[in-house]
């Protein structure tokens, strides 16, 4: 066993079957103490919760002081609610039935103060008439593109919105929102500049608004990749994922952030098709397949080994240069953590090399 695959080692892991996500709590604290470091303190965090939907690490979050959340989904809403999150934004902005649905969330969890996305006049006016016939106030927060290209209004054309959204008594802009997560660039000098410079507008337009008298709106901005460069903006909550089990993807981009691997799956050998292969129970189902085979996983055991084939239920490896046997216990660190974790119901908690407990996924299932 490599030294790597040894400081991932359970016990225990014979009595579970594979494959299994587990999750490392001491290296999720580790994690949560890196990010917290990078700011003045931890009211800038608005930590996604989307890599792992799961209370217990919404609780883990709380402990280590962060009061804010960032979901994109009703169920990951509710979660958080249930974990008893006080402040938590739906990255989302909800049309059709799922505006009733996020009002049910504000009117069924009055204790967690919800607010959600907006970047249109047809959605801005649907929320609203929602929000009209049951009575509720809705919070909401201006979605701007700078560069993502997937939602959001162009930054000079959100104070025609802003004021649209004035005439209707049943809803707030609070707030301004933008995601950069096009802003991937592995050195880190070049991802800065560029977080800046899509910034810019963000900044130009939050002056514009002051100026014409809009005071005490809200900034919420970043992903894991650009989190230093919102660490310097002190009236921005940052928004970072990925940080909190992190992945190989990212390790192999970013190794300067300092987070370390807090989860894998663990597979086993199951068959040794030819003398050189060997066969994984680590299919489609069980560790995300975006993206070329080479970043699938990186398998602690088989360092450098060559994925060769993957199907739903088997992952086919190339083993010329690592002995193996049949039934032996692999530990590998998913390339893409968060839609690694969702593939999985629960997640085994690792503490002192062995499975101690079993955290639910709570907020999987939609």
């Known amino acids: 066993m490599t030294n790597r695959a040894e400081s991932y080692y359970i016990s225990n892991a014979d009595q579970t079957d594979t494959p299994f996500f587990?999750?490392?709590p001491d290296r999720v604290k580790a994690n949560l103490r890196r990010l917290i470091s990078f700011f003045q303190h931890a009211g800038q965090i608005r930590p996604h919760v989307k890599t792992h939907k799961c209370p217990q690490v919404v609780q883990l979050c709380m402990d280590a002081g962060i009061t804010k959340f960032k979901c994109a989904t009703i169920a990951e809403g509710e979660m958080l609610a249930l974990a008893g999150a006080r402040d938590v934004l739906m990255a989302y902005q909800p049309v059709g039935p799922k505006a009733k649905r996020f009002i049910d969330l504000t009117i069924n969890y009055p204790d967690t103060d919800f607010?959600?996305?907006?970047?249109n006049e047809v959605a801005a006016r649907h929320i609203a008439e929602q929000a009209g016939r049951y009575n509720v106030g809705i919070k909401l927060?201006?979605?701007l593109n700078i560069g993502m290209n997937r939602t959001g209004i162009q930054p000079d054309q959100a104070i025609q919105l802003y004021e649209f959204c004035k005439q209707f008594s049943n809803v707030k802009i609070i707030g301004l929102h933008a995601y950069d997560g096009n802003i991937i660039d592995a050195d880190?000098?070049?991802r800065m500049a560029q977080a800046e410079k899509a910034f810019s507008s963000v900044r130009g337009l939050y002056a514009e608004l002051s100026d014409s008298g809009v005071n005490g709106l809200r900034l919420a901005a970043g992903s894991t990749p650009t989190l230093q460069?919102?660490?310097?903006?002190?009236?921005?909550e940052c928004s970072p994922g990925t940080f909190i089990y992190w992945d190989q993807h990212y390790q192999e981009f970013y190794p300067e952030l300092g987070f370390q691997n807090a989860a894998v799956v663990v597979?086993?050998?199951t068959s040794n098709p030819s003398p050189n292969t060997a066969c994984l129970d680590l299919g489609y189902k069980a560790v995300s397949s975006e993206g070329a085979e080479a970043e699938r996983v990186e398998l602690l055991q088989f360092p450098g080994a060559k994925i060769i084939s993957q199907s739903e239920e088997h992952l086919l490896?190339?083993?010329a240069l690592n002995p193996h046997h049949i039934a032996e216990t692999v530990y590998g660190l998913p390339y893409h953590i968060g839609r690694t974790c969702n593939l999985y119901e629960s997640c085994a908690v690792v503490t002192g090399e062995k499975i101690t407990d079993n955290w639910l996924h709570t907020a999987r299932k939609r």
């Open 22 to 24: 587990a999750v490392y």
């Open 115 to 119: 607010s959600c996305l907006v970047d």
């Open 141 to 143: 927060w201006i979605d």
């Open 188 to 190: 880190r000098q070049t």
């Open 229 to 236: 460069f919102y660490a310097q903006q002190a009236d921005v």
């Open 267 to 269: 597979t086993r050998v």
């Open 317 to 319: 490896i190339d083993t």
